[in-house]
Each structure stands twice: as structure tokens, then as C-alpha cells.
């Protein structure tokens, strides 16, 4: 499953990084967002799947998947949080998110949800 485009959007750049080097070891095509609206402006880039934080300044993870579900309802997205708060995950859940990861997260398990994730819109297709 090489060349899988993933939008990693997260105002940590520890995270970003570590998520970037492995993914682009896997033969994947990482693209780096700070916050929602910077996950916004790069949705032209046509990523396959998006890892989306929750809690990020200028624009969180709530607010860019409200916008993104008017434009791309069926693109995946799998949401990462630290926080546990159950308003939270089910206000997530009802934008159709495919899959959530909580922090600190193993990257071999996130890599693996990438990967069914993305064979699910797949095999829906």
C-alpha cells in the first residue's frame, strides 16, 4: 500500500515529524498541517486519508471536520485526541469519522488503521 497520500493535521510539530519520517519510510506521501484551516486550504492535494487532532489553536478538529464533511463527505478520516471527553468523540462520531486513536498512540497500530481505513473506502468504491 505505497504512495497512500495522508494529511497529518496536528499543532504538535513532535508529532507531525515522528508521523511524517514513518510514514514516508512506508513508501507514503505525507502532507503536514498545523491546524484545521491549514488542513482546509491543502484538501486541493487530494489526500487519501487524514489523521485530524481535536485541540489545536487558529481552528480545531471539530470545526475542520464540519467544513470538510460539506465538501468531502466520504473522505476518511481518523481523529487523534488526548482527551477522552465523551461530548467530544460524539460530536466527532456524528461527522462520520472513520476511526479515532487516542494519545500517546503506538504508530505501528496507527499505521495499521491507516491501512484498513483506506481499504475500506476502497473496497466501498
Keep these: 500500500m505505497s504512495n497512500l497520500k495522508v494529511l ?6 513532535g508529532i ?15 502532507v503536514e498541517a498545523t491546524n ?3 488542513a482546509l486550504d491543502l484538501l486541493p492535494e487530494n489526500p487519501d486519508v487524514i489523521l485530524l487532532d481535536i485541540k489545536m ?3 480545531d478538529g471539530i470545526d475542520c471536520l464540519t467544513r470538510l464533511r460539506q465538501s468531502h ?11 477522552g471527553e465523551l461530548e467530544v468523540m460524539q ?3 456524528d461527522l462520520g ?12 497500530a496507527l499505521r495499521d488503521t491507516v491501512q484498513q481505513v483506506h481499504m ?6
Design 57 to 59: 489553536p487558529v481552528m
Design 120 to 125: 475500506q473506502r476502497l473496497q466501498a468504491v
Design 8 to 13: 497529518i493535521v496536528d499543532d504538535q510539530s
Design 91 to 93: 460530536q466527532a462520531e
Design 36 to 38: 484545521g484551516q491549514e
Design 97 to 108: 469519522i472513520s476511526a479515532k486513536v487516542l494519545k500517546p498512540f503506538d504508530v505501528i
Design 73 to 83: 463527505p466520504d473522505l476518511p478520516v481518523i481523529v487523534m485526541t488526548a482527551y
Design 16 to 30: 507531525r515529524r515522528l508521523l511524517t519520517e514513518y510514514f514516508k519510510h512506508e513508501g507514503w506521501r505525507p
